[in-house]
């Protein structure tokens, strides 16, 4: 993997995302392997046109400071297109400079990420303000998640991770994503989280770009039995939709009583 460090001119970015104001992404790309990987559009965008993602990392060195008062009363997401505990932030620890420059602003920092690295910065997590730490995982099944995930930590991993943050009195949410047709066992994600999350999420899995390509062959090579029904959901919108209606119906039912946020059609949820 090709490392590089660049100058960043500032690392706070305006989010589109539903419940996020602000994003934070202290390096670009990711080396967690994930098939599905929405995050590789930015490729276009950053100098790596034509490079493979999950082949190069950029370290984003930055002199100026971030500006609590823009953030104040907002919502700060730190991971919405990397993983900010990748093996890199060992070396670096770019996270938590971040981290250390938020504890005490008066916003709520909301930290998105797959890795047990994110222990290591219970210390200041313990003492921010409003801090929640996102647990990201798609089935509790460890030959899909080597699969779809190849270089990510175990779901034990994560579920063990939450569990350490729970009990350092750490508020955690699970996010159960992306959401795969047939092989998410979401139920059982969720019912094992639960004891340690104060909130569990649910995305769907989304196709488009080069990985639509990339993970329906995945299916076809490994599950075949799967794949017509699967390759169905996303032969057009309507299937689609319908599809996935159903599925957060299923979910609402399911949760009812446990607190939960749905995330699968973006452009209807509000901030």
Known sequence: MRVKIIEAKNLLTRSKLPDADFVINPYVGCNHGCVYCYAEFISRFTGHDGERWGDFMDVKECAK??????????????GSSTDPYNPLEKR??????????????????????????????MDLLSQMKDVHV??????IDEDFARLTERHAATPRQRLE???????????????ISPIFPFFSDWRRVADMASEFTEMV??????????YRRVVLDLIARHYPDKARAFAAIYHDK?????????????????????????????????K
């Not at 999420?201 to 080069?210: K, P």
Request: charged share 25%; proline share 5%; with cysteine.
């Open 65 to 78: 400071p971030l500006p609590l008062k823009t953030v104040t009363g907002k919502t700060v997401l730190i």
């Open 161 to 175: 991770t939450m569990r350490a943050l729970s009990e350092t009195g750490i508020p955690v949410f699970a996010f």
């Open 92 to 121: 670096f620890e770019k996270t938590r400079n971040i981290l250390m420059q938020l504890k005490d602003a008066d916003a709520r920092v909301d930290i998105l990420t797959k890795s047990p690295l994110v222990i290591r910065d």
């Open 134 to 139: 996102g647990i990201s995982l798609s089935s």
């Open 238 to 270: 309507a299937a689609f939709t319908a599809y996935w209606q159903r599925i957060a119906g299923e979910i609402s039912d399911y949760m009812t009583g446990r607190p939960h946020k749905i995330y699968f059609f973006h452009e209807m949820i509000k």
């Open 201 to 210: 999420c649910f995305e769907n899995l989304n196709l488009r770009g080069r």
